[in-house]
């Protein structure tokens, strides 16, 4: 992480003294972040009617936020929302109001240099843009006798947000505190942890 | 009165006789002698084991005897490449040259056996104490015996008595866990008649691998076996056979739930009733008309006693009824001094009806199968030293598609040492009737299951309750029929006698495709997912196996087994080879493609498989102690990582472990046979295999007569 860091640092800087000379609007450095335990609970389940309010979360801030506009993904059990397209359907949802997409591609966070050249998707009625389902989104439930969730390495989510920037996401755990090895009898769910980098830069595609 | 006793003192006097000139055979071998022993199911006639060109292993009854096996699975899983696991479902099953329960065809004196709990045949259901020989055919035999027979063929043969005297014996075992084992087998044969009767009852008191986890790993259980069997015969070529086979099973299945203790039972019911006319029209023409059905029942229920709510309660009910007519000629020469050319072989050939029912919890009504099936098979030597057997079998079924299975199988021999053998052949599994009729939802979880042929009728009635989000796969992805499971055997092999030994070299390999696995057709309101069976994965499994045998003395006798395994998806395969398929590293949390060499291969299969046998016979003590040592290499039981497949950085692996089985019998006073052993005496217990308890010491004696 560190030497993520400095590298963007130094591309940053090596970025910011090229570009100097002809924009007086410098580019602002690319940020890389993990958001760990962000809690998204969700009330039924288990054969019941699924409800609850979902978690919002806004990569300009890189915070959890309660606006009904400046959100991009949201999160409940493991349903993922982004803010573009139409209502799916599912109780307690909130209204999409922005344009954000999301491509779902396959490679490491690293290997993704650019959102150039991708098709953004986005929830649709009856649909979300990030599928639902075990071995069909972003994770694989074991079923027994573990149990447990994990979410697919490799699946890497690309975001236009709702201001139009872009952000490529890898999720890394659906419990608390992340664990190598979850127990999904003694580890609590759901806290997404997932790693991000986000280009704060409206309109720009690149991720290095 | 006076008769009686008479009859007695006959009776008696006769057994004198009889016991006086019996051979006793204490040097017998059964390592290394085991080539001139006779089997039927490779080509459904009589044949020698030393001159088959297929791979086969043979176990004998003094094997087991002396082994102190008492059900099926124990004794089979000391063969090299046999192996017995529990799959992700818990039940235990077989594996053969890395092939899976499901594709393992299971018979008693060669007609097949039902009863499966998710695809896997439990062959501890079966009792050794009535069994002759056991007779193993690895690799595809569907051009005989049609479905199932892809991975092998385990076929269980009865004894026939064979003495005017009433022989038999009974047998008392008793062992760790409380567990009970009683015998009794009878045998008597007349000019015209002869019958077998057998009992047994086995009983455990079940044991618990973790004292954390609340109740018992395995639960107390009493099973019963009941086997006649009636011989007659009208004429010098004609003869009946009739056998009738009941097995009942009553197992404790209470657990605790939620600190709630639910109570209630598993029950198992086999009937098995088998009938047989031989017919010997001349010489060199014998037909066998055969009449079989079998009945398994399987229920269960459990319930809180206090508030007598059901938490479960499932049945089971399967058929099976067939009728086969089959028949062998033997072309030979009028002068009958050439053996060799193709005018001079055996032509087999048989034609058969089988009907399947099954009703059970989750299908909406008894559905049935019918399938007529024909097969031919020609076995010659078309030259001198080299045998040919050229076979196929075709089989029309109700619910999917005709299939035409062919085999072909050589084997030369060199010179009087060296043998080689090669084999190809087809086999094929039809779709079950759980992936056709299934109608399940989880009532915890809220997901749905279902078959195949009933999948579009229950979408809409799903749709008409809203319960359907979507549905993910068009009308036409469900309406063509789902195809039969195949796969492409291959055997080839030699064997070489050295001196007191004997070595036999397998090399295989299966290729597998249009297996059935679920998929996601539909999501619901509730969140979850609508699944059903579709085809599209292809395995393969490949490697080689080696036995040796060697005669030390005419009294010690070792052998050693390997088997080394590559089982893979070839889909996964070549998605890892694209750089598709990734990898968390735990240690550093790092995404990284997954490697070629990082892909450990198919859940439950050890790349290594080993044994290691002694067997020695003391004649002046009329003692036998033998040892016999198994490996098992590591492997995988679900993936862990999330990326759908078995690699290195998967943290379900057993670990490599031994197991050594021993056992000592004296015979004293003639007739009493003690024998004391134990099994799993390094006492390896692994609380992921709940099959394998830790060390079990028994005692037995046994009373022959």
Known sequence: MTKNILAVAFLAVAFASCSNDDDNTPAEPIQTETVSNLYAPQTGGQGEAVGGEFAKFDFETGAITTSDTDWDLAFRGTTIAINGGAETGTADEPVRNGDAGVAIVTGTLASITTADGLSFNQDADAAFAIPTGSDNGWYNYAGPPSHVITPIPGKIFVIRTTEGNYAKVEIISYYENAPAEPDAFADATPYFTFNYVYNPNIGETSFE | ?705
């Open chain 2, 1 to 705: 009165m006076r008769f009686q006793l008479t009859t007695c003192l006959l009776l008696i006097g006769s057994y004198f006789t009889i016991a006086q000139t019996r051979v006793e055979n204490p040097t017998d071998s059964i390592l290394a002698q085991q080539l001139d022993e006779v089997i039927v199911t490779a080509t459904r006639t009589e044949r020698q084991l030393s001159s088959l060109p297929l791979p086969v292993t043979l176990v004998g009854k003094k094997q087991i005897i002396k082994s102190g096996s008492v059900r099926l699975n124990e004794i089979l899983n000391e063969q090299t490449g046999i192996i017995t696991v529990a799959d992700e479902s818990g039940f235990q099953g077989v594996q053969i040259q890395g092939i899976a329960s499901d594709y393992i065809l299971i018979l008693i004196d060669g007609v097949p056996l039902v009863g499966r709990s998710a695809g896997n045949f439990d062959l501890s259901r079966l009792t050794v104490g009535n069994i002759k020989q056991i007779e193993v055919v690895k690799g595809p035999s569907s051009s005989l015996y049609g479905s199932e027979a892809l991975g092998g063929v385990i076929n269980i043969i009865t004894e026939k008595p064979k003495t005017e005297a009433l022989t038999g014996n009974a047998s008392y075992r008793i062992g760790s866990f409380s567990q009970q084992d009683i015998n009794l087998d009878v045998k008597q044969a007349f000019k015209k008649f002869r019958y077998g009767f057998f009992a047994n009852r086995f009983s455990s008191n079940g044991y618990d691998l973790n004292e954390d986890v609340e109740g018992n790993t395995v639960n107390p259980f009493t099973n019963y076996t009941l086997n006649g069997r009636l011989y007659y015969d009208f004429k010098d070529n004609l003869s009946l056979f009739a056998s009738g086979r009941f097995y009942d099973q009553n197992q404790d299945a209470g657990f605790t739930l939620d600190s709630i203790q639910y109570q209630g039972d598993t029950k198992e019911q086999e009937w098995n009733a088998h009938t047989r006319l031989d017919h010997k029209w001349t010489p060199n023409l014998t037909m066998a008309y055969e009449l079989y059905y079998t009945n398994y029942i399987a229920t269960e229920l459990l319930a809180d006693p206090i508030s007598t709510a059901i938490l479960s309660d499932s049945d089971f009910n399967q058929k099976l009824f067939r009728p086969e007519v089959r028949g062998s000629y033997t072309f030979s020469s009028e002068n009958n001094t050439e053996t060799t050319g193709f005018q001079n072989g055996t032509l087999t050939a048989g034609i058969g009806l089988q009907l399947d029912e099954l009703d059970r919890t989750y299908f909406d009504k008894t559905v049935n199968f019918s399938s007529q099936y024909a097969y031919a098979q020609y076995d010659f030597d078309p030259i001198e030293n080299l045998n040919v057997i050229a076979g196929a079998r075709f089989d029309n079924h109700s619910e999917y598609n005709n299939q035409f299975s062919p085999k072909l199988a050589l084997r030369y021999q060199l010179n009087d040492n060296l043998s080689i053998k090669g084999s190809i052949g087809y086999g094929f599994k039809a779709p079950d009737f759980r992936q056709l009729y299934f109608d399940f939802t989880n009532s915890a979880v809220g997901y749905t299951i279902l078959g195949y042929n009933v999948a579009l009728d229950k979408l809409k009635e799903l749709e008409e309750q809203d319960q359907i989000l979507n549905v993910v796969v068009t009308e036409d992805d469900l309406s063509k029929p789902l195809g039969a499971e195949s796969s492409i055997g291959y055997n080839l092999g030699f064997n070489l006698k050295h001196g007191r030994g004997n070595t036999e070299v397998n090399f295989f390999r299966n290729d597998f495709k249009n297996l059935i696995d679920t998929r996601i057709i539909a999501r619901k309101t509730n969140g979850q997912n609508v699944f059903s069976y579709v085809n599209f994965d292809e395995i393969y499994t490949t490697g080689f196996e080696i036995n040796s045998a060697y005669k030390l003395s005419n009294d010690l006798n070792i052998s050693a087994g390997y088997q080394l395994l590559y089982a893979f998806d070839k889909q996964k395969k070549q998605d890892i080879k694209d750089n598709q398929v990734f990898v968390r590293d735990p240690n550093n949390g790092q995404t990284i493609a997954l490697s070629q060499t990082d892909y450990f291969g198919l859940v439950n299969r050890s790349r290594h498989n080993a044994n290691f046998k002694i067997y020695y016979d003391i004649p002046t003590a009329k003692t036998n102690l033998n040892i016999r040592l198994l490996y098992r290499s590591k492997y995988a039981q679900f993936d862990t990582n999330g990326n759908g497949l078995i690699d290195n950085y998967d943290s379900s692996f057993i670990d490599d472990f031994v197991t050594v089985n021993a056992a000592a019998s004296k015979t004293f006073y003639n007739n009493f046979t003690l024998q004391v052993g134990a099994n799993n005496l390094l006492d390896y217990t692994d609380n992921n295999i709940p099959t394998m308890p830790g060390i079990q010491g028994y005692l037995k004696l046994n009373y022959q007569f």
